[in-house]
Structure formats: C-alpha cells, structure tokens
C-alpha cells in the first residue's frame, strides 16, 4: 500500500503542477487544480503517518479531513463549466464538513498528547462520525456533478466524460467504505482489513489524478478507422431547403463545437440540431457535395488551425496530439491525413511556415 500512495501522490503533484502551468488553462480548471492539490495532500500526509508514525490505532483507523473537499470541487467544477459566469465562492457552505472534520482532526490530534486513552475514545468518535458523513456527504454531491454533466453538457463532450470518470471512481470510493463498515457488523475486521479498504480507496485516487491528466494531454479517445457512412435514403428536397439546413448546421456547430465530439455521428448530429439524418445526408451530398465526415472533418481542421495560429502567435508550446484529441480526431494519424488533404501541409509544416511567417 506504500506504493501505492507514494505513486498516487507524485502523479497527483505532478498533475496539478502540469495543470498550474499550462497557459491555455480555463478558470474552472482552477477547481481541477485545488483537487489535485488536495489528492496530493490527503496521500503525502498518508505516507508520513505510515513511515513515521508507530501507533497503531493513527496509522490504521485516523481518517483525513482532506476528502471531505473531493466531491464538492467536482461540483463546483461541474457548475462552472455549466454556467462560465458561475462563482464558486457562492456556494462556500459545501465546504463546512470539510472544516468541521479539520476542526475533529486538530482535536483527536491535541486529546492523545495529553491522554492516550481519551484520545482512543476521541479517535473512536471522530472516525465514525466522519466515515458515515463522508460516504453520504461525498455521495450526494457526487451525483450532482455526474447529474450536471449528463443533463446540461451534452455539448461539451470533454467535460462531461471527464467529470462522469471522475464520479464513477468518488462513488467507488463511498461504496467501497460503505462495504468495509458494515462488514465490521458481521464479522470482526482488524488491520488487514483495513489496510485493503485504505488501499483500494488510495488506488482510485492515483486513477483520478491519470484520468485529469489524460483528459487534459491525451484526451480520452483510442485510435480508431474513420467509419464509412451508409448510403442515405433519398428525400426530395429543394436547393432553398438543402441551403437552409447548410446555414443552420453552420450556425450550430459554431456556437457549440460539437465537432469535437470525437464519437459524434450522423445520428447523433441529427438528434442535436432537430435535422432529419437524411435531410442532412442529402444536404451535404447534394449541395456541398461532401461526405458526413468530410464536412465534420474540415471543421475539425478549421479549429485545430485557429488553435495552431493562436499557439504560435503566442510562443506556446504546441503539442500536435493534444490538438488532434481536442478537436475531435481519434488518432494522430488521421489527423495528419486531413490536415494534409485540407490545407497541402503535414502539421509540422504549416507550423514551421507560421513561425516563419511571424
């Protein structure tokens, strides 16, 4: 289990510190930021009271304050994707558990230097009390991301899988302490099961940490083929009407970028902007004489060039593989092939051309 929290400590730093200096960062990944921070915290003070502390009953049964503070960030951070004028401050009352177990904290700590005995009882009291508020605590607001994302972001595709990893493994977690303190009511528990609940609990919090970071630098795509689209069934429409639907499906993907959805499809597309599928099939096919995925891929390649021309402008460092996963590409290669079709130019080129140019 030291492996375990010494890794899940080091990748949450690292996370945070690579989120903490990344230029482009939003203002909700400010609360990614205090997450991270907050994982790193909880497992650095783990470590030290498992190398240096020798009472028993601290090492093993002392819960962290510090995990009261999980799922309201991701709550906060649901909320402001949501809603970017959101102000986190004005919900600081989800952070009263948090104090309140500080506050238990700081007194068990203060009870067993003066008394070991009264210290134990304080222990046994406040360990309790903080587990059954944890798991409900944590739960609640828990769903309440999961419930913001899958409601109100259908149109930020990153954001939502991000959020909705992130509550799967927090309600592993309460689920995973529910289990572990009812077990203690039908069979005596000692150390060895408390050293594997502690230990799962630490592995989901080293995959939170993996999952941020692949969410912010690898997105959470795998290579995959392009797939063909099906023939679509024929429609008698008017040129008027095959404009209509264009300027419509113009003005949709530009105020939501649902272009870089990586899983997005004809069906999906339809279902967004209230089109029939083969109203836009024919449309495409028709009048701008494009494939489904050639037309989303071209916007696709539109982004990652304002992307790649405001990164230059600016002396940024350009990751061409982040890029490719922002804008909704499932594998560099694929990438680098539409690039090359659209413009006449790999990345890398039209990079060298930029600098050369500016």
Same mark, same amino acid.
């Given at each position: 289990?030291?492996?375990?929290?010494?890794?899940?400590?080091?990748?949450?730093?690292?996370?945070?510190?690579?989120?903490?200096?990344?230029?482009?960062?939003?203002?909700?990944?400010?609360?990614?930021?205090?997450?991270?921070?907050? @994982?790193?915290?909880?497992?650095?003070?783990?470590?030290?009271?498992?190398?240096?502390?020798?009472?028993?009953?601290?090492?093993?049964?002392?819960?962290?304050?510090?995990?009261?503070?999980?799922?309201?960030?991701?709550?906060?951070?649901?909320?402001?994707?949501?809603? /970017?004028?959101?102000?986190?401050?004005?919900?600081?009352?989800?952070?009263?558990?948090?104090?309140?177990?500080?506050? $238990?904290?700081?007194? =068990?700590?203060?009870?067993?230097?003066?008394?070991? +005995?009264?210290?134990?009882?304080?222990?046994?009291?406040?360990?309790?009390?903080?587990?059954?508020?944890?798991?409900?605590?944590?739960? &609640?607001?828990?769903?309440?991301?999961?419930?913001?994302?899958?409601?109100?972001?259908?149109?930020?595709? +990153?954001?939502?899988?991000?959020?909705?990893?992130?509550?799967?493994?927090?309600?592993?977690?309460?689920?995973?302490?529910?289990?572990?303190?009812?077990?203690?009511?039908?069979?005596?528990?000692?150390? $060895?099961?408390? @050293?594997?609940?502690?230990?799962?609990?630490?592995?989901?919090?080293?995959?939170?940490?993996?999952?941020? @970071?692949?969410?912010? &630098?690898?997105?959470?795509?795998?290579?995959?083929?392009?797939? =063909? =689209?099906?023939?679509?069934?024929?429609?008698?429409?008017?040129?008027?009407?095959?404009?209509?639907?264009?300027?419509?499906?113009? +003005?949709?993907?530009?105020?939501?970028?649902?272009?870089?959805?990586?899983?997005?499809?004809?069906?999906?597309?339809?279902?967004?902007?209230?089109?029939?599928?083969?109203?836009?099939? /024919?449309?495409?096919?028709?009048?701008?004489?494009?494939?489904?995925? +050639?037309?989303?891929?071209?916007?696709?390649?539109?982004?990652?060039?304002?992307?790649?021309?405001?990164?230059?402008?600016?002396?940024?460092?350009?990751? =061409?593989?982040?890029?490719?996963?922002?804008?909704?590409?499932?594998?560099?290669?694929?990438?680098?092939?539409?690039?090359?079709?659209?413009?006449?130019?790999?990345?890398?080129?039209?990079?060298?051309?930029?600098?050369?140019?500016?």
């Amino acid at each position: 289990m030291i492996y375990v929290i010494a890794i899940g400590t080091f990748q949450a730093f690292t996370a945070s510190l690579l989120l903490l200096t990344n230029k482009l960062r939003s203002k909700a990944d400010g609360l990614l930021i205090l997450l991270l921070f907050c @994982i790193a915290a909880h497992l650095a003070t783990k470590f030290y009271i498992f190398n240096f502390v020798s009472d028993g009953h601290v090492r093993y049964q002392m819960n962290t304050f510090i995990g009261f503070c999980y799922a309201p960030l991701l709550y906060l951070y649901a909320l402001k994707i949501k809603n /970017e004028a959101f102000i986190p401050a004005t919900r600081w009352y989800v952070f009263l558990p948090f104090i309140l177990g500080a506050v $238990g904290y700081l007194t =068990v700590i203060c009870v067993l230097s003066f008394s070991q +005995q009264a210290g134990y009882a304080a222990l046994n009291i406040y360990n309790n009390a903080t587990t059954w508020t944890s798991v409900t605590f944590s739960a &609640y607001y828990t769903l309440l991301a999961w419930r913001i994302a899958r409601k109100h972001l259908q149109n930020r595709p +990153q954001e939502r899988r991000l959020i909705e990893w992130v509550s799967y493994l927090f309600i592993t977690i309460q689920l995973v302490a529910f289990f572990f303190l009812n077990l203690s009511y039908f069979i005596k528990t000692g150390v $060895g099961e408390m @050293i594997l609940c502690r230990a799962l609990v630490y592995t989901c919090l080293l995959i939170v940490s993996v999952i941020i @970071i692949r969410y912010k &630098y690898a997105g959470f795509q795998t290579p995959a083929i392009i797939p =063909v =689209v099906p023939s679509p069934r024929k429609t008698a429409l008017s040129a008027t009407n095959h404009q209509e639907i264009l300027l419509k499906l113009d +003005q949709y993907l530009r105020q939501t970028r649902l272009y870089t959805d990586a899983d997005l499809n004809l069906d999906k597309l339809a279902a967004s902007v209230g089109i029939s599928k083969y109203h836009i099939s /024919e449309a495409l096919n028709a009048c701008a004489e494009k494939s489904f995925y +050639q037309f989303i891929n071209e916007w696709r390649i539109s982004h990652a060039i304002e992307k790649l021309q405001f990164m230059t402008s600016r002396n940024l460092p350009v990751n =061409v593989l982040t890029i490719a996963f922002d804008c909704g590409f499932k594998a560099k290669s694929s990438f680098n092939q539409y690039f090359k079709k659209i413009t006449g130019q790999t990345p890398t080129e039209y990079m060298r051309n930029l600098a050369g140019v500016s």
